[in-house]
């Protein structure tokens, strides 16, 4: 399922540097999301848009800022990247028709130094 | 806090042994609840849905509200199971929308 789009698929980077991780969609979903994941661990949400005007702050935003550029597009930034963000970062869409179903991208493995 | 509990890491069975994986959550109001799956290279996707009362290859899951569980259940386990499974609890309270979800389980099924 190629409808919901991840770039980079990997990255390593460094402490300190600013990264924006990209998510596309072509589902026509009004919302969309940021996880990430640890080893271990569930998905936890990092920020959710509803729509384009709609931004929120999900259960571990600190660190994270996102842009929803359109309907298709919310990108996510961390302005300043420190090792324990080090994660699996997931994006993912949905729509209110077919409940609060979560449609899932590849995920972005990130490393920081 | 709401939270979902999925106690096993791990669950080995034998092909076409019955299936349970265990899901728990914490949640005072109307839960709206998932299973989703993520198969070797693939991505995660749903699974099913709580609300959908379907049964999707061969799964079921009933939610009891008594015992505030949502397991997982397939009465004969085929190889191409084998994959991992998250149970998730999707909920708005004071205003605030959350998404949560369990650690996961591993479910391997041998030959």
């Known amino acids: 399922d190629a409808d919901v789009t991840q770039t980079p698929r990997n990255r390593i980077t460094k402490t300190g540097k600013r990264i924006m991780l990209e998510c596309s969609q072509t589902k026509g979903h009004d919302r969309m999301y940021w996880y990430r994941q640890d080893p271990g661990l569930g998905l936890r949400l990092i920020y959710y848009?509803?729509?384009?005007?709609?931004?929120n702050k999900g259960e571990i935003s600190d660190g994270y800022s996102v842009s929803r550029q359109a309907q298709a597009k919310f990108s996510l930034s961390l302005e300043s990247a420190i090792p324990n963000q080090t994660a699996l970062y997931f994006c993912?869409?949905?729509?209110?028709?077919?409940?609060?179903?979560?449609?899932f991208g590849p995920g972005t493995r990130l490393t920081v130094l | 806090a709401q939270r979902v509990t999925q106690p096993e890491k791990l669950l080995s069975v034998f092909k076409g042994a019955p299936v349970e994986l265990k899901c728990n959550y914490s949640?005072?109001?109307?839960?709206?609840l998932f299973w989703y799956v993520q198969y070797s290279r693939q991505r995660l996707q749903l699974l099913l849905r709580?609300?959908s009362r379907e049964s999707i290859k061969g799964f079921t899951a009933d939610l009891n509200k008594g015992e505030t569980s949502f397991h997982l259940k397939k009465p004969f386990a085929q190889e191409e199971d084998s994959a991992m499974y998250y149970c998730a609890l999707s909920l708005t309270t004071s205003g605030t929308y959350k998404y949560i979800f369990g650690t996961g389980t591993r479910l391997k099924v041998l030959a």
């Open positions: 993912a869409t949905s729509d209110l028709k077919w409940g609060d179903t979560q449609y």
């Open positions: 709580h609300i």
């Open positions: 848009s509803f729509d384009v005007k709609d931004i």
């Open positions: 949640y005072s109001g109307s839960p709206e």
